[in-house]
């Protein structure tokens, strides 16, 4: 089987920084993806990770260990419009399979 | 990245009744995939679509629930039938992006309510 986990909820202040977590359990890893959906909207892309290390975007980062099962995707300098559901997601071969998201507020 | 229309964007629909769901992808690509996402909730796959034979289907998801057809290599349909209102949900359909990573891209959703 496989379990993605990241906490269900978080809230920040605009201006500040968010590390949302995700661990997962896999058979047969091809890649982590991290997507970011605002309510009503289809799920976007943000960042994909298949080697350890931290690859940077902007204000976005994300980090994968392989080795321990482990993300994180790193927000900084937070804006309003940051407010939004993130999803880790993994590549188990050739199917994404997803977590159930991580519900972020960002408070002025 | 492709790009993806998917109709219809929301409907309502009589329990009993049965709805398809069109993707048009504005390239060729050898998968589609479809997913649900109940309110509150992550994306759960329904099936993978591959052109010239038949969908390959999750645990949980049948072909007589939930056809698909892929009659090319742009377009895929998703059929919910004799619905309930358990089926209320949004349904996504997705495709592999070829460009610099491997993530995928969605169509817009379908949000279904079933009455």
């Known amino acids: 089987g496989q379990n993605i986990d990241q906490p269900t909820e978080m809230t920040a202040t605009e201006g500040a920084i968010v590390q949302i977590n995700c661990t997962y359990q896999?058979?047969?890893?091809?890649?982590l993806f991290w997507y970011q959906q605002h309510a009503g909207e289809a799920p976007t892309f943000l960042s994909y990770?298949?080697?350890?290390g931290l690859e940077e975007k902007g204000r976005f980062s994300s980090f994968l260990s392989r080795s321990k099962g482990y993300s994180y995707l790193l927000l900084k300098e937070l804006q309003m419009k940051d407010s939004a559901s993130y999803l880790c997601?993994?590549?188990?071969?050739?199917?994404?399979?997803f977590g159930a998201g991580t519900r972020l507020t960002v408070k002025p | 990245s492709a790009v993806i229309s998917q109709k219809p964007s929301r409907d309502i629909c009589q329990r009993g009744t049965s709805l398809t769901i069109q993707c048009q992808v504005d390239?060729?690509?050898?998968?589609m995939f479809w997913y649900r996402q109940q309110p509150g909730q992550s994306l759960t796959l329904i099936a993978t679509?591959?052109?010239?034979?038949?969908?390959?289907?999750e645990s949980g998801f049948v072909i007589d629930k939930f056809p698909i057809s892929r009659p090319n290599l742009t377009f895929s349909t998703l059929t919910v039938s004799n619905m309930s209102p358990e089926d209320s949900s949004i349904y996504l359909c997705?495709?592999?992006?070829?460009?610099?990573?491997?993530?995928?891209?969605f169509g817009s959703g379908t949000r279904l309510t079933v009455v």
């Open positions: 896999t058979s047969g890893f091809n890649g």
């Open positions: 997601a993994v590549r188990d071969r050739g199917d994404m399979r």
């Open positions: 679509a591959n052109q010239g034979s038949e969908a390959t289907y």
């Open positions: 390239s060729q690509v050898t998968m």
């Open positions: 990770n298949v080697l350890d």
């Open positions: 997705s495709v592999e992006d070829r460009g610099d990573h491997y993530g995928y891209t």
